[in-house]
């Protein structure tokens, strides 16, 4: 990825805190890096390099620096509007998949060789994937130090790393410091709450407008999973090796995050996937500055800045919750939905009490109760081993969700955040009882694409009346063409127009 280097000094100059996460700021007379808004005083151009991926500022054996802390900055919003296979690394990275499975799994699901992929990403990002891996895990690490009594062994496995010196060394590279050090130095800062619980804030660029993502979020809530209150966000989560629960309260500048997990493993995937619920790696400047140039759109625009599109922690709750709603209204469906699950809680403590291996009332795996008391939603294999009576629904969207079911467990249908998007949609209409509006809802929320417009929807097309626009699915279709590449959160503003 190619830098200006005249267009990225004003920003560091400036102290342009938007453009934070899209490069990062490497000072060779100091040995540091920076993120561009960082407040001390601005280096010298001959001492100044800039670095696409803060894995590369470490490659040129630069430390982070601890003042602006430039590895808690937002993620680039480049890799929403390219779903090229860079981008699609990019997330599945942040997801922890290197972690889990190796750079050979990363590969395997992005369809590449381990070279190429690495060709690739060096290029883009100037690093390769276990560099960026890396790097997140140092990351990683530091929260855990920060916020948590863990010894320091137990925070080297957890952050990913593969021994207790490659920890070691790995901090002391980047931050120039010892773990001990880092612990430390959080001096007075508020003790941890409990074991498995870690509070940290999750940086945005402003502006964001919280009340537009909680209300969204507040309409759909399914008791048992999630709620909203006191301007708090909370659920539960299925993650890769356990459950969890997470509580969200946007505030100025941050959005304050409480993470319960079961397994402190899954840190990384679950601030990602927290990170993606809330779209807080989005460009609120760039996308309310092409849609206010609609003279429709620029008063609730002006009115509303930083309209974020909610996103998904689970790709194949998104689905079922997006099959559910075809063709009824958002609290219908939300009813259908509260039906299932209390069905399927109801199977499960019926196996609960059954099962002579466990004692009544103890957890199944990612079923589980999270620490919290919430659950995350049901699965694929839990879906399949509904009755028909638990569904409460046409028998042919029924069928529907047991075939998106079965596709999801045999790999034909993959919903996961770093998909190939073109692949996925079109593998979804070829399920029976899938068709365009769901397979671009999940497109939109569950995928990441920036660029949809639901224009047969009928809240979209009563919204895009509401503000004087055409509201039949083909004349708005014509006419959003000036929105792309920002489409979906136009989608969104025509929601709340309506």
Not at 1 to 23: I, K, N, P, T
Not at 416 to 444: F, H, K
């Amino acid at each position: 990825m190619e830098l200006d280097f005249e267009r990225c000094y004003r920003a560091v100059d400036s102290r342009d805190q938007r453009f934070d996460g899209w490069f990062y700021t490497g000072v060779t007379s100091t040995g540091i890096y920076c993120r561009p808004s960082c407040p001390a005083i601005t280096p010298k151009r001959q001492n100044v390099r800039f670095f696409p991926s803060a894995a590369a500022a470490q490659g040129a054996g630069l430390r982070a620096c601890r003042r602006c802390r430039p590895d808690a900055a937002p993620g680039s919003p480049l890799w929403d509007v390219r779903a090229d296979v860079v981008g699609r690394a990019m997330r599945l990275i942040a997801d922890g998949v290197v972690d889990r499975d190796g750079v050979p799994g990363l590969a395997s699901r992005l369809g590449y060789t381990e070279r190429h992929l690495h060709r690739m990403l060096s290029a883009e990002m100037g690093a390769g994937p276990l560099a960026l891996a890396r790097a997140q895990r140092a990351q990683t690490a530091r929260i855990l130090i920060e916020t948590t009594d863990l010894a320091m062994a137990e925070i080297a496995f957890a952050a990913g790393f593969g021994s207790v010196r490659q920890f070691n060394d790995t901090l002391r590279e980047v931050y120039a410091s010892a773990p001990s050090e880092l612990r430390a130095a959080r001096g007075r800062q508020q003790p941890p709450t409990g074991a498995g619980t870690i509070s940290l804030r999750l940086a945005y660029r402003p502006p964001l407008h919280a009340r537009a993502l909680l209300d969204f979020l507040a309409l759909r809530a399914l008791p048992g999973v999630e709620e909203v209150r006191d301007g708090t966000y909370r659920r539960g989560l299925r993650l890769p090796h356990g459950t969890g629960q997470v509580a969200l309260t946007p505030a100025e500048g941050h959005v304050a995050a409480t993470l319960r997990l079961a397994d402190l493993r899954d840190l990384a995937p679950a601030v990602a996937r927290c990170r993606r619920l809330l779209d807080l790696d989005a460009d609120p400047a760039a996308i309310d500055g092409t849609l206010a140039a609609d003279p429709a759109l620029a008063p609730a625009v002006a009115a509303e800045p930083g309209i974020r599109v909610p996103r998904a922690v689970d790709g194949f709750e998104m689905a079922v919750r997006a099959i559910i709603g075809q063709q009824v209204s958002v609290t219908s469906a939300r009813t259908t939905l509260t039906r299932l699950l209390t069905a399927h809680a109801r199977v499960d403590h019926e196996n609960d009490e059954v099962d002579g291996d466990r004692t009544p009332g103890q957890p199944h795996d990612q079923r589980d109760e999270s620490p919290g008391g919430l659950r995350g939603f049901l699965g694929a294999e839990e879906l399949l081993a509904l009755p028909d009576s638990a569904f409460g629904m046409p028998a042919g969207r029924r069928e529907s969700l047991r075939g998106l079911a079965r596709a999801v467990l045999d790999g034909s249908v993959d919903l996961a955040a770093g998909v190939d998007r073109e692949e996925a949609v079109g593998r979804l209409l070829a399920l029976p009882g899938i068709g365009p509006w769901t397979a671009n809802y999940l497109a939109m929320r569950a995928f990441g694409d920036p660029d949809v417009l639901l224009s047969s929807d009928l809240a979209v097309r009563r919204g895009a009346a509401a503000l004087g626009l055409p509201d039949t699915p083909t004349t708005l279709d014509g006419y959003a063409e000036r929105w792309r590449p920002w489409r979906s959160y136009a989608t969104i503003r025509l929601w709340r127009a309506a």
